[in-house]
């Protein structure tokens, strides 16, 4: 059984900073594609940065510049630095693991979790 376990978030000041957390336990392989989204109440879950094997990174346009994602695969793990941040970026804040190089609807997500951004 596949496990995505998030970290690190919290309530912080605008301006601040965060880093997230996703470490994976189970039977699993590195070689996948992973990846940040986050949801706020009465929207849609919004995709943020994906991580490719090979380090190569992608992000949505709200978050380049103030985020970095970066990935462990000797601990099979994915972190988000969070920086600069606004209100506008409290959210649920969820992780993803694919089961390949491509996103598909079997992914494993983390259960997620708050990030406020409040003074």
């Known amino acids: 059984q596949v496990q995505l376990m998030e970290s690190g978030g919290g309530l912080v000041q605008p301006g601040g900073s965060l880093r997230l957390s996703c470490a994976t336990s189970?039977?699993?392989?590195?070689?996948?594609?992973m990846g940040w989204y986050r949801q706020v109440p009465g929207k849609q879950r919004e995709w943020i940065a994906s991580?490719?094997?090979?380090?190569?990174?992608t992000y949505a346009d709200s978050v380049r510049g103030r985020f970095t994602i970066s990935r462990d695969d000797a601990k099979f793990s994915v972190a988000l630095q969070m920086d600069n941040l606004t209100p506008e970026d409290t959210a649920t804040y969820y992780c993803?693991?694919?089961?390949?190089?491509?996103?598909?609807?079997?992914?494993?997500w983390g259960q997620g979790m708050q990030v406020t951004v409040s003074s």
């Open positions: 993803r693991r694919a089961k390949g190089r491509t996103w598909d609807i079997s992914d494993y």
């Open positions: 991580i490719a094997p090979t380090g190569y990174s």
């Open positions: 189970g039977t699993i392989w590195s070689g996948v594609l």
